[in-house]
């Protein structure tokens, strides 16, 4: 049987149990929606079943017996050893984000549905009684059955709650919930034997929230009982809240109340006005446990001798710095006084500014009342305010001021508030360039500028420009290159230039200031952006000797580590005719006299302004010892000099045995047992003598050192000198080794040996010559894949396909005497051999080391049914098999039936 088919998140797979096979018990499966890809996720002697996709896909959770009782595992999609979620614990289902796991589970002998994190830490209880959870489409939720027999229900719980409410109820047993979207819940029903699937469509409603009293425009005064209802029709109620809002001022909310209960036509809240005074909105707001919220809001005069209400305003959003801009606004006398227009006690319209952070720029009057106002009365006021003298953001607020010293706002009066956006006729703003921050005296750089129009006109024919301030903030005297700035830029919009930039002439810090200018040359905008750069010579290298040998030999070739930074404008080039590098060279102590011949060695590559290299700089040795001074310079290939030098004071000496190699030619690989050649330079430059014949003869020692240094055994002989070699004379020599008997990376090392006299010249202190070699084996493959058919019938022949590759020195020959084939053995499970040697395969090419080839291979199963072990196997002139000389072979285990 095949049962509880799950599908894959993405629709591509379908899981299931089934007891396919033969198999006494279910175990879990996976297949595509073709039918095709069928495997087996878990297999085991148990009973798994209940298969439940991850969210992602990647796993998979299902119910399993494997312990005893029902338990939750969860497993890989590509299968692997199942990992225990929860103990006696069974329908599980992922949350929609996979964070959360949903389950039926015993706890305390009572069953129940928990959550859990995907590895069951964390569990809670979240529906008593309950079973069969699945969560809602956006995980908040959780529908379950309770119930058994003719009393089930569906009913429906928050993740984070452990109280729901019933969604359905009926006299018929119910199960398997299903909310695949989310105003639709899908479940089984069984009504007269006959099990049916029902749509159920879940109706949301936001709470209701009023309020009764005060109604809509009242005005108030003392003390305020506010009446109302709260309700929530679908759902369970979560909070209510009511809140009393400044008009204008939400930011300034007050809570007045608030409740987790429903209130039918009751009291919400008792108010005491106080010393307020204005127009105000209370707000009741209630939301239900679905997260559905109902707001209702209802707008009160608060009565006193001080009120008033903006009816409405005409405030520009964008105003210009330090000009007069018209505003109109409409209000309305909710106060117990009547506004006069005129007299010792007038009321005038007055304005204030307020930065971004609230602080008060300035104030003054707007315009004096047209008429007197009475209580209740409205009136519409026009006038002029101007705006600040910055631009930037700010609140533009409205007020009202009496006898020119009472504020309305600071008698409990809400002031009306607009922000505004203040600019100016020409601003800008440096958005990019490509400048660099390094410059050479007197030359001239195109360089791209990238300006924000942050004023409130449009360039049109406006120019760009710009003037040099040195380090005290002075004006430079430079003439300078202007650029027109193509087209229209409106407000807010970016301006791309090339302008062409001509440095000052002297050399130091200074400020590129950026201007605007009309097309007759008059200066829109001083200040446009500023860009500091650092003007220097155009070469100004500067050196430091970081290393030198500790031990120089006289005559000799040495390497010393020299810091080039360039200070200069332009970048060192380490190519072309003007390359610069390092020239090196002795000079005596006393005389200050090269003793030694100069040598150049070029930057490795160019240098930045600012930036460094260090430089392997050669240097030749004076012939004899003594102390010195070494000096480098900065200079060109043709030598010229750049400007950068160091010395360091050094000493020559000399040893008995010193030897230089050289190495001249080797082979980066090998094959196992087999000799190879390198060709090596030598030259003594010790003062003992080396004689190349005799007792005390000078001989080439090579050895192999495996990674860890430790010298591997190897039938190499040392290498005799061709002659005797004198202080300073050389030798090139070619030496013969034999390769170790192991596969792997080695380190060739050549040293020096005299026997019956020092030894080897390494234990006094001589250099040796270390080469990486790479020892490759002769046999070697690879097997890239095979389709063996894992179960067989007793005597029946296959034909197998394998792809393989050549990973040894030897190459496979088609035919011939040493000839290369496939083949296998078949041996039992206790490693017994049942068939020495399968039908062979002829390669159907030639294979070299690193190619591939697929091969068609006869298996033939053995005649007795069981299970066995097929190696493969190559074979080499019909007698040697690769795996008895180190290869691996293939195995496979197969069941013949």
Known sequence: FCDQPAWSPKGDLIAFASNMGGRVRPDIFVVRPDGKGLRPVVESPATDWMPSFSPDGREILFV?????KSAIYRVGLEGGEPELVARDAWEPAWSPRGDLIAYTAVRGGRVGVYVAKPDGSGERLVAEGGREPCFSPDGRLLAYVVGSGGECALRVVPVGRAEGRVLFSAGVPLGSPDWPVGGILLFEATAEGDAEVWCLPLRREAPEARISFPREGEVLRGRVEVRGTVKAPQGMLREWRLSLLPLGRPEEAVLLSQGGEEVEEGLLAQWETGSMAGTYLLELSAEDIDGDVGTHRVKVHIFGAYGVEYL????????????????????????????????????????????????????DVMAPLPEDVP?????????????????????LEVDLVQGGRIVFSEQGCVPLRASVKVVVPYAARLVGHDLGGVLAPGQVYSARVRLENLGAETWEGVVLSYCWLDSYRREVEVK???????????????????????????????????????????????????????????YAPSLRILWVPLRLEPGATARVEVEVRN??????????????????????????KPVSEGVFTPLPSSIPPGGWKVVRAKVVVPREGGDYILKVEARKADGTWLGGEAEAAVSVARRALEVRWELVFFPSEMVVGQPGRLKVRLRNLGSMRWPSKGERAVRIRPRFLDLEGR???????????????????????????????????YMLELDLEQEGGVGLFSRLGCETLRVPVRVLPLYAVAFLSHDTPPVVVAGQSYTVRLRLRNEGALVWEPSGPGAVCLSYRVL???????????PTAVLPKEVRMGEEVEVRATFRAPDKPGRYVVVWDLLHGGEVWFSERGARALEVEVEVR
């Not at 399993?64 to 005893?68: A, N, P, V």
């Not at 332009?570 to 000079?587: E, I």
């Not at 039992?828 to 399968?838: A, E, Q």
């Open 480 to 538: 300078p290159f202007t650029a027109e700035i193509e087209g229209k830029v409106e407000p807010g919009e970016v301006a791309e230039v090339m302008l062409p930039v001509r440095a000052p002439a002297e050399v130091g810090k200074f400020t590129l200031v950026l201007r605007l200018l009309s097309s007759g040359g008059k200066v829109l905008v001083a200040d446009a952006g500023r860009i500091e750069v650092d003007v220097r010579r155009p």
């Open 567 to 592: 200070e200069g404008a332009l970048p060192l080039p380490a190519s072309g005719p003007g390359r610069a590098g390092v020239w090196a060279v002795f000079l005596d102590r006393q005389s200050r």
């Open 375 to 395: 209580m209740g009365g409205e009136v519409e006021v026009e006038g002029e305010v101007v705006a600040p003298s910055r631009p930037g953001s700010y609140t």
């Open 711 to 745: 010298e591997v055994r190897s039938a190499t002989p040392p290498t005799p000198l061709p002659f005797d070699l004198g202080c300073g004379e050389g030798a090139e020599v070619e030496v013969e080794v034999v390769a170790p008997h192991r596969p792997g990376r």
């Open 312 to 363: 409405g305003a005409e405030i520009p959003s964008t105003m210009t710095a330090g000009r007069a801009h018209r505003v109109k606004v409409r209000l309305k006398n909710i106060g117990s006084m009547t506004w006069r227009a005129e007299g010792g006690y007038a009321v005038a319209v007055l304005y204030r500014w307020l930065d971004a952070k609230g602080r008060g720029v300035f104030q």
């Open 828 to 838: 039992d499970t206790s490693g017994g051999v049942v068939v020495p040697s399968g």
């Open 64 to 68: 399993s017996d494997r312990g005893g």
